[in-house]
């Protein structure tokens, strides 16, 4: 082909998809951190600090490698731009291994034509470029999170064993050895690289024996065997040898922690190396090879080396402190979030059916390793392929259970049941089709909710016929860039693939089937996902994804083989790249605008403006990911807020974390306790009960001051109490008090009106807590008033034990202060300040820049609460001059966020008052603009809603939502006679009455 050998075409073109892969993800990275885990990657990756288990040491230090030479501003940026780097290298192999798979049915021997050669290069071009506009790879392309680098390793690997297959010379066992060594890489990434291996089993069985049935039965065995050996064998296996290793050379012997490891690693590599060398001496091809082969897995698993080098300096980020060989493995097998029933298990409804029993498990205690009890639940029934189950119910996950259970327990059948309808076709093949057939929008999707997260094709009869009618879409849908429709097209031409391979090679066939069914149904098993997942879950499943855009690769050459029938090769070689290539444009034009994170700040803004709203040397309590992550990032990345100690509850339950709070942390000195790192280490303390739990009838002693009921709970001969084979600790009263000095509040800034102090907060307690209320109670009597304490705006009630009439909002905190603020929980003046002039919104006013439901519906809802608040305050004090700067400020900066889905933000709390506050504002062009844009998205909701009742859908919450904004409405354009929006929208109100009255009533 022009003169240019077969190898120089399949690198040079391989390299052209390589460039338009980065320029595409490069051009839409997101500048700074994303939402979820990506601010921790971000952190760790930057000062090689810890993150949560079980880790991705190798992530870390490749992203440290991009972090090293830039200022902390563009840290985020350049581990986003590793992620996009390291996602267009996977596009590069797919596209190899595409051209390898499609020569190999073509032939190898001899040489190519023209047209065989072109045809083969399109089938590359077309499926790598279509996996490269995906939308769920895409998604992960661009943002710093350890999935992109996943999809690289496993693409790698894959593309390795191919090059094995179709290498014949003495030396092709060398890509075998590098198979092993990126495997034992991977282990630092992520584990779902594993899930490759029974895929290169078939290859070597099919290169290397002859093929029957007994024989593809077999290599089935040992596939499973060999991956379930990683996974379960040589990963936890080998840290668990050297924990015995560890025990008996620092308990028995005397010598430092970590000694004992360090020896069994070196014993470990030495005896692998004499081993090679023995096999090489003997001439023995095979076990050198798995002996080389696993002395390179071991090899690359040692990465898991820097966590525990990490974690011994204490970084300031260091999640389970995995500094030793037992923590290292609580960390690895991520003991902390419990597991899913794989095989057996406990069903649901029979989780309480249980007895609380101990095992024990060996903890670090200075210089030594001592026995803990650690409780787990002891099921009395289990049951054969468990998939609804659940360790802790979440609200509406029974609802979702009862729906596939016939009788009271479910049965075998029910459960399988779950496992098509649930797990299988709604959480994966759901996902396949955005990725190959187009989805609806980007929120959160509930099962049989027609209106949210589904597939869609652009057809409209078809997706009328599921989805109800598409005619009177809320702008909230209609205008969601997310809407992406590609005609079933992906769909028709990776099909056609598969019956071109599927009749030409049947080996290939089932190699590309075997990769597509371990990277998605296999991972479905392996999960079993509990349903109402805080968020979507599809990058789980890109790999199999990964295996489908091969197959529509291989469209390309079915379509030029029916061509080939009526005209020359040349000719259909030109004609059938031409609807591969408009199906990856196709995918590009519709994803391009909600993949685009270019100008996106919205998280890490987030946390910025948490930490401002803290005053000096301030502890803040956060929640869950989003705002501790974000503000975590700040603190290390950006050096904001360095002053401010962060105690997240849920880690706060952790020893190890409890520990962290009485070190110091930049500029935030530590956290005075009455607890002792001995006293909470372990399991000790994760349980305090009042002498009235088991009674509920037992009076209560009399109130007890705060710092003394302390002393009581960390005093063993006191508190600890043995109920059989658990060990719980006491505390003597439900009612605690903490006295306050005046002296002390005014000195602090606390108060200046002396008149206003409480003489003492009280605390009242349930009757039993967990170590992360009891942290609570030990930080504000050791630490309160000298240091300002915070809750994050979305704390739980639970978690104020008592306070909530003692807390004051100031920003996007409420700080607790030693007065009763029921009248008066607003610091305004404060808070108008932030919002005005201090908090950052960047992109947020901007309608270009893309920001996912998920960001719509985390963070703008704390800043709305913020300026709803600030407004009603303003408004109540009649300071209309600071109300219009509040309003404007509002409209300036939150103007893509005004309106967005009404489910899970509803107009009625969030979007009303702003109606009004715009019109007493005086800001009439405003408040008319935002009525007018309600009363006609409330029309289209209404409208909507008919439609979807007409189709047998269940829409009396979103019906109910909807009617009571319009009412709330109506009232607001009543009051600021507003008459004809008040008309349009009181028309509107008794046509939802009348149509609809039985369904609000």
């Known amino acids: 082909m022009y003169g240019l050998s077969y190898r120089k075409i399949n690198n040079i073109v391989g390299w052209l998809v390589f460039a338009v892969a980065a320029f595409t993800y490069i051009s839409t990275v997101e500048p700074t951190a994303s939402l979820w885990d990506c601010s921790e990657f971000i952190v760790s990756a930057y000062k090689l600090e810890v993150g949560h288990p079980p880790g991705a040491p190798l992530f870390a230090m490749l992203g440290h490698l991009f972090t090293m030479w830039v200022s902390p501003q563009n840290a985020a940026i350049m581990v986003n731009i590793f992620s996009a780097l390291c996602s267009a290298f996977t596009i590069l192999f797919l596209f190899w291994s595409i051209t390898v798979l499609v020569r190999k049915i073509v032939g190898n021997s001899g040489n190519l034509s023209f047209a065989e050669t072109f045809m083969i290069m399109s089938c590359g ?245 001592v026995k803990d009890n650690v409780p787990y639940q002891k099921y009395n029934k289990t ?280 070190r110091r942390s930049y500029d935030s000195q530590l956290l005075k306790t009455t607890a002792t790192p001995d006293k909470i280490l372990g399991e000790r303390r994760s349980q305090i009960i009042t002498p009235n739990y088991f009674d509920k009838d037992k009076k209560q002693p009399t109130i007890i001051p705060l710092k003394a009921a302390l002393g009581y709970v960390f005093d063993d001969s006191k508190s600890q109490k043995k109920y059989g084979d658990i060990t719980v600790s006491l505390i003597p009263s439900q009612s605690l008090r903490l006295p306050i000095d005046k002296n002390e509040v005014i000195k602090y800034g606390l108060a200046s009106d002396t008149s206003a102090i409480l003489p003492y907060l009280s605390f009242n307690i349930s009757p039993l807590i967990t170590k992360s209320k009891l942290a609570a109670l030990d930080f504000a009597a050791n630490n309160f008033p000298e240091r300002p304490i915070y809750y994050a705006l979305g704390t739980a009630d639970d978690y104020f034990m008592g306070l909530r009439n003692n807390l004051r909002f100031e920003g996007l905190v409420y700080r607790l202060v030693p007065e009763n603020t029921a009248g008066k929980s607003i610091n305004v003046d404060k808070i108008f300040d932030l919002l005005v002039n201090k908090f950052r919104y960047r992109g947020l006013n901007n309608p270009n820049i893309y920001h996912d439901e998920c960001s719509k519906r985390t963070i703008p809802r704390s800043y709305r609460s913020a300026y709803i608040y600030a407004a009603n305050e303003l408004n109540a004090r009649k300071d209309t001059v600071r109300l219009r700067q509040l309003m404007e400020k509002y409209k300036e900066s939150m103007l893509e966020m005004e309106i967005s889905n009404p489910d899970e933000d509803p107009y009625l709390q969030m979007v009303n008052p702003f109606v009004n506050f715009y019109f007493t504002s005086g800001l009439n062009d405003y408040g008319t603009s935002l009525a007018q844009k309600l009363v006609d998205d409330y029309r289209k909701e209404f409208l909507y809603c008919v439609a979807l009742s007409a189709k047998k859908f269940h829409v009396e919450n979103q019906l109910t939502m909807t009617y009571f904004g319009v009412k709330n409405l109506v009232e607001i354009l009543g009051i600021h006679k507003q008459t004809d929006l008040h008309k349009q929208a009181q028309e509107l109100l008794g046509e939802i009455d009348r149509t609809f009255n039985s369904a609000i009533s």
């Open 383 to 662: 049951y054969f392929f468990p998939r609804m189950w659940s360790n802790d119910l979440r609200p509406g996950q029974v609802d979702i259970y009862k729906r596939y259970v016939r009788g009271k327990t479910p049965t075998f059948f029910d459960n399988v049941r779950f496992f098509l309808d649930y797990q299988t076709g709604f959480m994966y093949w759901r996902y396949f089709m955005w990725n190959f057939v187009g989805r609806q929008n980007d929120m959160q999707a509930s099962i049989d909710d027609p209106s949210k997260g589904n597939w869609i094709s652009g057809i409209k009869f078809v997706d009328e016929a599921r989805l109800g009618s598409t005619d009177n879409l809320p702008s909230y849908m209609a205008q969601n860039k997310a809407c992406n429709k590609y005609y079933f097209l992906p769909l028709i031409l990776g099909i056609l693939g598969i019956l071109y391979q599927l009749k030409r090679d049947k080996k290939g066939f089932t190699v590309i089937t075997m990769l597509f069914f371990f990277t998605g149904i296999a991972i479905i098993i392996y999960l079993n996902q509990a349903p109402i997942e805080p968020r979507e879950r599809d990058y789980a499943y890109a790999g199999s994804f990964y295996a489908f855009a091969i197959w529509i690769g291989m469209g390309v050459a079915f379509i030029y083989n029916l061509l080939t029938r009526k005209l020359n090769k040349k000719t259909a070689a030109c004609i059938a790249l031409i609807p591969g290539l408009f199906v990856a444009a196709l995918m590009a034009q519709q994803n391009w605008d909600d993949h685009d994170r270019s100008g996106r700040y919205v998280t890490t803004d987030f946390g910025y403006n948490y930490l401002i709203s803290c005053d000096k040397n301030a502890i803040i309590y956060t929640n869950g990911d989003n705002d501790t992550f974000s503000v975590w990032y700040n603190q290390e990345v950006e050096g904001v807020g360095t002053d401010v100690r962060v105690v997240n509850t849920q880690y706060i339950n952790s020893d190890w974390y409890y520990s962290q709070m009485m």
């Open 125 to 369: 071009v077309v499926g790598s470029l279509a996996y490269t506009f995906s939308d769920t790879f895409w998604f992960s392309a661009v943002e710093g999170e350890v999935y992109a680098a996943s999809s690289l390793i496993t693409a790698a690997v894959f593309w390795a064993i191919l090059k094995w297959d179709e290498d014949d010379s003495e030396y092709s066992n060398r890509w075998l050895i590098l198979i092993a060594y990126i495997t034992g890489l991977s282990i630092g990434v992520h584990l779902l690289n594993l899930l490759v291996v029974p895929t290169i089993v078939f290859v070597y069985y099919f290169k290397k024996y002859k093929i029957t049935r007994a024989g593809v039965f077999k290599t089935s065995i040992v596939a499973v065997l060999l991956l379930a050996s990683l996974v379960w064998g040589i990963i936890p296996g080998l840290p668990v040898i050297a924990s015995k290793v560890e025990l008996v050379f620092v308990n028995f012997f005397g010598f430092p922690i970590n000694s004992g490891l360090l020896f069994f690693v070196a014993i470990l590599i030495a005896g692998l190396v004499r081993y090679v060398y023995y096999t090489y001496k003997k001439r023995k091809p095979l076990a050198n090879t798995v002996s080389l082969a696993l002395l390179f897995c071991v090899i690359g698993y040692g990465s898991y080396a820097m966590i525990v080098i990490r974690s011994s300096a204490d970084t300031p980020m260091n999640q389970n402190k995995p500094d030793n060989i037992f923590s290292l493995i609580y960390y690895l097998n991520r003991n902390q979030y419990g597991s899913a029933p794989l095989i057996t298990g406990a069903y649901y409804n029979t989780a309480s059916d249980y007895e609380t029993a101990v095992k024990q498990e060996y903890t670090r205690l200075g210089d030594k390793y």
